[in-house]
C-alpha cells in the first residue's frame, strides 16, 4: 500500500513514463511512500481503478498528455465516485494551458501547470499534514534543474529490456513554431553534464542499448552534443541505438566528424522539415536554411549510416495541396528513410489560433484536435491526406518494400503517384488502414501492373527480394504463379545482426 500512487496510461507498452519517474525520484523523504504505476489506454478502465484502488492512496498524481485524455477523464471520474477521499492531482502538457472546458479538470482536485518536479512533491507534503491549498491550480515555476534528482535508476531491468528508455541532456528550444507547444519553453536549459553522464553510464552498465533523447534540440549546443556523442562512442558498446531530434539546418564539421565514426543504424536523427515553404514558414514564426537543410541530407544520407525520420505538416494556415505536394517531393529527394506526414493539431496554449479567421482553420473538438479544414483545403482534401498519411506510413515507412515502392513514381511527382495509388487503394477496399502487410503487398503488384502497366515478372522479382529482405522465406499466395529463387544473403536476419530496432532494421538494407 502506498499513501501517494504515480499513474499514467502509455501509448503503448514499450513507451515508458518519464515524466512519472521525474516525479518520483524528486519526492525526496516521501519517495518510501509512493507507488508508480503505468498502464496503458487499451486497458480496461475497471482493472486499473482497482489496481489504483488496493493500494488505498491518498493521493493519486496522473499525467495528461493528448494522446490519454479521454481514457484519464473516465478514469479520474469513476476514482472520485468510489472514493471521494483521495485526492487526485493533474499534470502534463494537456491540462496546462486553455482548461476551463476540459472535463478532467472539473472531476479533479488539484492541477499543477508546467515543471512539475518539484511542486508535486510540495503539494503532496502539505496535503500530507493537512494543510491543503485553497487554490485549485498551481503554476509551478521552472525548477533549476540543478534541484531536479535524475530519475534514471527507476527504469528497472524490465524496462531496459523491453521498453524505450527516455534521457534528457536539455529542456527548453529556442524557437517559436506557432504549432509547437516547445516554443512556450524558453529558455533552453541544460543538466551538468557530469551527473548525466554518470546516470547514462550506469544505464549502459545495466544493459540499456536504445536511448531516446526527447531535447527538442540536440544539436543545439555544440558543446553539450559533441560531448554526448563522444561518450557513446568511448564506450563502443554493441546493438547501440540513439535517437535526436535535430535542428536541420545546424550541423557543423565537428559534429559532422563524430556521427561519420557510428556504425550504420546507430544513430536516429528525427529532423522537423514541417514545410519547405518560406512564405508559410514566416507565416507561422518558423526559422529555417533550406539550402543548409538539403546539404545536410545530403551529407547524411550518402556518407553516413545515420537512419533519418522526417516531419511534414499538412494543414498549416496559407498551405494548398499543391505546395505541399511540392515540399514532399523535395523530401522524398532528399531520401530519408521515414516521412511522416503528420496532420496539424492545434495543441492547447499554442499561437497557431491567431490564423483561425485569416485562413478558415476548423479542427476538431476533440483530441488529438487535428485541421478538418481549411480554406484552401476542403474536408474531403483533408481526409484524403489522411488517407495517404496512413498508408505512406504502412507501405514506405516500415520499410517492407523498399526497392519496390519507388518504381511507383518512376518519372513522375512521388506525391502525386502515392495518392494515386491511395485513391485506388481506398476505392477497392473502403480503408487505408488495417489492410494486411501482405494484402498490400498485392495491391501494389496489380496497381503497378494492371494499372501502370508494369512487367509482372519484374515485379514479381522486385517483390520477392522485397520480402527476403525482411526475413520472410515463405513465397505469398500471389507470387505462386512465378519462378522464384531464395537469396541467401537477402534472407539474413538484419535485426538479429545489428540488434537495431527492427524497422531500422530493414531500412538498412539500402544502405549496405
Known sequence: MADIVLTTLNARYHHAAFGLRYLLANLGDLRPRAAMLEFGIQESSSEILAAIVAE????VGIGVYIWNVAPVTRLVRELKRLRPEIVVVLGGPEVSYETDDLPVVSAADYVIQGEADLEFAALCRRL????????????????????????????????????????EASRGCPFTCEFCLSALEIPVRTFDLDRFLGA????????????????????????????????????????????????????????????????????????GIQTFNDDIAELISRRQDN?????????????????????????????????????????????????????????????????DATWGMRYSPEPPYEILETSLLPFETVQRMRRFSQLWDRVANRGHLTETLPR??????????????????????????????????????????????????????SVWRD???SGRTDKPAFLSRFTLSLNPELQRDRHAVTKLPARQSRHLTTQE
Do not use: C
Not at 56 to 59: T, V
Not at 129 to 155: H, I, R
Not at 296 to 325: C, K, M, Q, W, Y
Open 56 to 59: 488505498r492512496p491518498r493521493i
Open 128 to 167: 500530507l499534514t493537512g494543510n491543503a491549498p485553497a487554490e485549485k491550480f498551481m503554476a509551478a515555476p521552472v525548477p533549476s534543474l540543478s534541484d531536479v534528482v535524475l530519475p534514471y535508476d527507476l527504469y528497472d531491468a524490465e524496462d531496459i529490456a523491453q521498453r524505450v528508455i527516455y534521457v
Open 200 to 271: 547514462m553510464d550506469s544505464l549502459l552498465n545495466r544493459g540499456a542499448r536504445w536511448f531516446k533523447f526527447v531535447d527538442r534540440t540536440f544539436n543545439l549546443n555544440l558543446r553539450v552534443s559533441r560531448r554526448i556523442l563522444e561518450f557513446f562512442l568511448e564506450r563502443n558498446v554493441p546493438g547501440l541505438h540513439l535517437h535526436f531530434e535535430m535542428i536541420p539546418d545546424r550541423l557543423p564539421e565537428e559534429l559532422k566528424s563524430l556521427i561519420l565514426r557510428f556504425p550504420p543504424g546507430a544513430l536516429q536523427f528525427e529532423i
Open 291 to 355: 539550402r543548409l537543410v538539403a546539404e545536410n541530407f545530403a551529407f547524411l544520407t550518402r556518407e553516413t549510416g545515420v537512419h533519418l525520420h522526417a516531419d511534414l505538416i499538412f494543414g498549416l494556415p496559407g498551405e494548398s495541396l499543391e505546395s505541399f505536394a511540392a515540399g514532399f517531393d523535395r523530401l522524398v529527394g532528399l531520401s530519408p528513410q521515414e516521412i511522416q506526414v503528420g496532420m496539424l493539431k492545434r495543441l492547447r496554449g499554442t499561437p497557431i489560433v491567431r490564423h
Open 408 to 461: 511507383l513514381w518512376r518519372g513522375q511527382s512521388p506525391f502525386a503517384a502515392f495518392l494515386e495509388f491511395s485513391d485506388w487503394l481506398f476505392e477497392r477496399f473502403g480503408k487505408s488502414h488495417s489492410v494486411a502487410r501482405n494484402r498490400l503487398a498485392e495491391e501494389l503488384f496489380r496497381y503497378l501492373t494492371e494499372v501502370r502497366g508494369n512487367s509482372e515478372s519484374e515485379i514479381a522479382e
Open 467 to 469: 520480402f527476403q529482405r
